[in-house]
Every structure is written in structure tokens, then in C-alpha cells.
T-cell receptor, first 113, second 113 residues
Framework: SQTIHQWPATLVQPVGSPLSLECTVE??????LYWYRQAAGRGLQLLFY??????ISSEVPQNLSASRPQDRQFILSSKKLLLSDSGFYLC????????????FGNGTRLTVT | AQSVTQLGSHVSVSEGALVLLRCNYS??????LFWYVQYPNQGLQLLLK????ATLVKGINGFEAEFKKSETSFHLTKPSAHMSDAAEYFC???????????WGAGTKLIIKP
């Protein structure tokens, strides 16, 4: 069966520090991969998605970036965090068909201080 | 562009009462529709999905939803609420053009003892 791992679960970082969140998927190949953010009272915001290695689509201009160095690995990064980057970050995967549901990791709670 | 509207950011019901969470979508073609549940500090979990088969879809934890094309609705119901149903519920529709889901703003379900 497929599983998705996302870490760390919680993170407290100072403003201006770098960020690296990692997500890996097991039990499937060539998944679509997604990074979402939930900020307080703002619902689910799609940040990036990827349909293959090295293929990243950005949905929201910001100081975050994503990379997909391997088929089942998706990394969210920032060179310098802002206070507004605080939130709950969720990684998800789906099969490459339009009716395929998303499967989410357990999320990372990021607090920028 | 497609959109999803969830009526009521918070819904409160008594334990044992009927749960009804509303979702309306805008789409010019029959969509694929999903309901997800999110417990505090966790990722989202798929409850059920509609993919143009039966209009009444049964999901996990006793939930079901009915697709009504004439009303462009996909409301989520459960006959008898349980304390463990307290969570946030999200409705989503598949954007047929690019593998993305269009999300509703979410409804927090509160169960009164």
C-alpha cells in the first residue's frame, strides 16, 4: 500500500532563517506531488505541484521554492523566512488522472518568530 | 473558472442528530467531487468521492453524499452524529484542465453532548 511521510511535524524558526521541509511517498511510482499551506482562517492554498522529476509549477509568487530531485521526493525550501510564512504545510500525492483523489501527509506546523 | 462554496464556516449539532454539510459547485461539465475531513493538527483524509457513477456515494465513518446536477450540489450527510465526528470538512472539485482540486473554505463541525 502507498504511504506518505512528511517531516518534521513541528518547526520553530526565526525570521530570516532558511527552511527545508521534506516529503516522500512509498508504494507508487511517478505520482503527482503537491505542497499546500493552511494559514489561520485562510483555507487550503496550493503552493506547488509536480507531475514529474524536475517539473515544478508554482501557484503563488513568494519566497518559497520546491524541488523534486527524485521520483517520490518533494522538498519545500526558503532561503529567508518571513513572519507570513507561518502556517501548516501539507504535502500530498495523487495518481496522474484527473479523478484521482489527493492523499495527504500529517503536515508540518511552522512558526516563524 | 470553477468554484466551490461551503455554506457555513461552523455547523453545530447535538450528538445523535443528523449532520448536513452543504457544498455547491460551479461547473459547465459534470465534475469529479470530493469530501475530505481534517482532525486538529493532522492532514486531510478522503471521506468519499463522486466520479460520475452512482449519484449517492457512501464513504467512511457512516458519511454519504448525494450528487444533484440540477442543484449543482454535493451535500454531505450522516444520520447520527458522534463526538468523534468533530473536525473540519472540506469539499473539493477537480479542475479537469490541470489535475488540481478547487477547494471550499471548509466547515468546522461541532458536536454538542
Amino acid at each position: 500500500s502507498q504511504t506518505i511521510h512528511q517531516w518534521p511535524a513541528t518547526l520553530v524558526q526565526p525570521v530570516g532563517s532558511p527552511l527545508s521541509l521534506e516529503c516522500t511517498v512509498e508504494g507508487t511510482s511517478n505520482p503527482n506531488l503537491y505542497w499546500y499551506r493552511q494559514a489561520a482562517g485562510r483555507g487550503l492554498q496550493l503552493l506547488f505541484y509536480s507531475v514529474g522529476i524536475g517539473q515544478i509549477s508554482s501557484e503563488v509568487p513568494q519566497n518559497l521554492s520546491a524541488s523534486r530531485p527524485q521520483d517520490r521526493q518533494f522538498i519545500l525550501s526558503s532561503k529567508k523566512l518571513l513572519l507570513s510564512d507561518s502556517g501548516f504545510y501539507l504535502c500530498a500525492w495523487s495518481e496522474g488522472v484527473v479523478y484521482s483523489p489527493l492523499h495527504f501527509g500529517n503536515g508540518t506546523r511552522l512558526t516563524v518568530t | 473558472a470553477q468554484s466551490v462554496t461551503q455554506l457555513g464556516s461552523h455547523v453545530s449539532v447535538s450528538e445523535g442528530a443528523l449532520v448536513l454539510l452543504r457544498c455547491n459547485y460551479s461547473s459547465s461539465v459534470p465534475p469529479y467531487l470530493f469530501w475530505y475531513v481534517q482532525y486538529p493538527n493532522q492532514g486531510l483524509q478522503l471521506l468519499l468521492k463522486y466520479t460520475s457513477a452512482a449519484t449517492l456515494v457512501k464513504g467512511i465513518n457512516g458519511f454519504e453524499a448525494e450528487f444533484k446536477k440540477s442543484e449543482t450540489s454535493f451535500h454531505l450527510t450522516k444520520p447520527s452524529a458522534h463526538m468523534s465526528d468533530a473536525a473540519e470538512y472540506f469539499c473539493a472539485v477537480s479542475d479537469l484542465g490541470n489535475y488540481q482540486l478547487i477547494w471550499g473554505a471548509g466547515t468546522k463541525l461541532i458536536i454538542k453532548p
